[in-house]
T-cell receptor, first 114, second 114 residues
Framework: QQQVKQSPQSLIVQKGGISIINCAYE??????FPWYQQFPGKGPALLIA?????SEKKEGRFTISFNKSAKQFSLHIMDSQPGDSATYFC?????????????FGTGTRLTVIP | DTEVTQTPKHLVMGMTNKKSLKCEQH?????MYWYKQKAKKPPELMFV???????INESVPSRFSPECPNSSLLNLHLHALQPEDSALYLC?????????????FGPGTRLTVT
């Protein structure tokens, strides 16, 4: 059972546009929501993360919006650039050690067209 | 140094071969992870080491054998693999097992089993 649902599977955006990737979860025990960026042939890199007590977090062109009541969170990439073309994974974790507690979404392949 | 290194980058092995993957980090992290990633899929957790002790084994077949010789080094010994084991094998580390949500990934080893 997929703990974190991610959409869309793929996304094509013009340079300068806004890229939006959405994730949804059911388990209200999740308390940390990171986003990872993965370029082809590379490992995932932690991009930005949010905790459920905050509704929005911004780092440069990347913003996470979090809706606790809807159990949804999204990544917005403003002024998208060709260099942003990568696969993005949302994830959710539970603050409990000793278990597999980092659950990844299925990934979104973003292509930014020059 | 905020890098996780993995060697080799690529590995081709036959089903009767024995090979090892190596992962190294010098960030003083005390938790290290092995993941398997198939194309267009999120990483799947295989093993977790916490303070050089195996703390999680996600029901991985015994043909995969992890080893943590010291706090900076993590190996994955491979023996009698199957073609379906072909994948990108990722190593990651975090400050400790309490910080599992903030993992730093290496570039991976692309494994092909023939």
């Amino acid at each position: 059972q997929q703990q974190v649902k991610q959409s869309p599977q793929s996304l094509i955006v013009q340079k300068g546009g806004i890229s939006i990737i959405n994730c949804a979860y059911e388990n209200t025990a999740f308390d940390y929501f990171p986003w990872y960026q993965q370029f082809p042939g590379k490992g995932p890199a932690l991009l930005i993360a949010i905790r459920p007590d905050v509704s929005e977090k911004k780092e440069g062109r990347f913003t996470i919006s979090f809706n606790k009541s809807a159990k949804q969170f999204s990544l917005h990439i403003m002024d998208s650039q060709p260099g942003d073309s990568a696969t993005y994974f949302c994830a959710a974790s539970i603050g409990q050690t000793g278990a597999n507690n980092l659950f990844f979404g299925t990934g979104t392949r973003l292509t930014v067209i020059p | 140094d905020t890098e996780v290194t993995q060697t080799p980058k690529h590995l081709v092995m036959g089903m009767t071969n024995k090979k090892s993957l190596k992962c190294e980090q010098h960030m003083g992290h005390r938790a290290m992870y092995w993941y398997k990633q198939k194309a267009k899929k999120p990483p799947e957790l295989m093993f977790v080491y916490s303070y050089e002790k195996l703390s999680i084994n996600e029901s991985v077949p015994s043909r995969f054998s992890p080893e943590c010789p010291n706090s900076s080094l993590l190996n994955l010994h491979l023996h009698a693999l199957q073609p379906e084991d072909s994948a990108l094998y990722l190593c990651a580390s975090s400050l400790d097992s309490n910080s599992f949500y903030e993992q730093y990934f290496g570039p991976g080893t692309r494994l092909t089993v023939t």
